[in-house]
């Protein structure tokens, strides 16, 4: 077995545990300890892929072989490994009662309408699904209701 297949069946393990860890959810993940060990966790991870991505890459240009198929799994790995950590990164925002400016990236408190280091309003994070329970239960206003307002205000000046 060469050093490359014994990658590749590692590999392969590996992107088979990491899609049941996420279909397992991080729902079960309590406190903030646990939330930034994962988060921890899943950066490493993210990095340990990109390596094997590369060295998937480096053998499949290095020999005449066919390795797209790998070369999508760590795609793929890489994708989920992102999402995951996007969530746990919102759920440890939202157990800090922090929000984070889209522009700069500051984390503010939960209360604030715009960002104490520039500026901008703060978008209020939507909670997951889960937890979404009276939602898009208002929409029947005709459009016409909502006119451009700096337009019509032009005209009265
Ligand atoms: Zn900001």
Do not use: H
């Amino acid at each position: 077995m060469s050093l490359f297949e014994e990658l590749f069946d590692e590999f392969m393990d590996k992107a088979k545990i990491v899609a049941d860890t996420a279909t397992r959810k991080t729902g079960e993940v309590v406190d903030m300890g646990k939330l930034k060990y994962e988060i921890k966790q899943t950066q490493w991870d993210i990095e340990k892929t990109y390596a094997k991505l590369g060295a998937i890459v480096y053998e499949s240009r290095k020999s005449s072989e066919n390795y797209d198929e790998v070369i999508e799994l760590a795609i793929s790995e890489i994708d989920s490994l992102c999402n995951k950590l996007q969530e746990l990164e919102q759920r440890l925002r939202a157990y800090k009662k922090v929000i984070k400016c889209e522009n700069c990236g500051k984390e503010n408190d939960k209360n604030f309408l715009f960002c104490s280091r520039c500026g901008s309003k703060l978008q209020k994070e939507e909670p997951k699904a889960e937890e979404v329970v009276e939602a898009e239960v208002v929409s029947s206003q005709p459009e016409e209701a909502a006119p451009q307002e700096e337009s019509a205000q032009q005209e009265q000046e």
